[in-house]
T-cell receptor, first 110, second 114 residues
Framework: DAKTTQPPSMDCAEGRAANLPCNHSTISGNEYVYWYRQIHSQGPQYIIH???NNETNEMASLIITEDRKSSTLILPHATLRDTAVYYCIVRETSGSRLTFGEGTQLTVNP | ETGVTQSPTHLIKTRGQQVTLRCSSQSGHNTVSWYQQALGQGPQFIFQ???????GRGNFPPRFSGLQFPNYSSELNVNALELDDSALYLC?????????????FGPGTRLLVL
């Protein structure tokens, strides 16, 4: 079973920041938080991951709370092409598998 | 573009037949993982191959089998196809160095079993 909880859907206006929350209250000390997204019928696309510090790359920022029980993925300036299902995944450092939940359907509106 | 390629892109089979799906990993990657994604659901882990051996398996029956070749490419074989095997099959490659490796997905093969 997935170890994360995400809202099933969210809307965002084009050009605004999209903040996608994820709860992972049972996360262990050796588990990373990964974010992927999947645009309809394509393979999942890696976005970002982190252990306990906040992370930023060219796609997004990842904010992890100090107790590590939740995180937020931030797309700073959402575009229509960011419409996708976003998956938050908790994964062991040495784990072989990614366990996907149902994800959040983000719809960016013009 | 991740550099992970899969073939074929689409496939139609009938119940009871066998199918082989192929995956070429990204340059520099030595590990391939396979996932099944039914319509409207998240991907489910089938198994992973590292150094040509199975390195972890999900809750799938033995009729799902795989191979990894010396060039790190991989095959997924499914025997005795069932209607419920209709799904998008995804492969992901990564570079195993001891833990926490990011997996990069290919575009998938869509299988329809009639």
């Amino acid at each position: 079973d997935a170890k994360t909880t995400q809202p099933p859907s969210m809307d965002c206006a084009e050009g605004r920041a999209a903040n996608l929350p994820c709860n992972h209250s049972t996360i262990s000390g050796n588990e990373y938080v990964y974010w992927y997204r999947q645009i309809h019928s394509q393979g999942p696309q890696y976005i970002i991951h982190g252990l306990k510090n906040n992370e930023t790359n060219e796609m997004a920022s990842l904010i992890i709370t100090e107790d590590r029980k939740s995180s937020t993925l931030i797309l700073p300036h959402a575009t229509l092409r960011d419409t996708a299902v976003y998956y938050c995944i908790v994964r062991e450092t040495s784990g072989s598998r990614l366990t996907f939940g149902e994800g959040t359907q983000l719809t960016v509106n013009p | 573009e991740t550099g992970v390629t899969q073939s074929p892109t689409h496939l139609i089979k009938t119940r009871g037949q066998q199918v082989t799906l192929r995956c070429s990993s990204q340059s520099g990657h030595n590990t391939v993982s396979w996932y099944q994604q039914a319509l409207g659901q998240g991907p489910q882990f089938i198994f992973q191959y590292y150094r040509e051996e199975e390195n972890g398996r999900g809750n799938f029956p033995p009729r799902f089998s795989g191979l990894q070749f010396p060039n790190y490419s991989s095959e997924l074989n499914v025997n005795a196809l069932e209607l419920d095997d209709s799904a998008l099959y995804l492969c992901a490659s990564s570079r195993t160095t001891g833990g926490g490796e990011t997996q990069y997905f290919g575009p998938g093969t869509r299988l329809l079993v009639l």
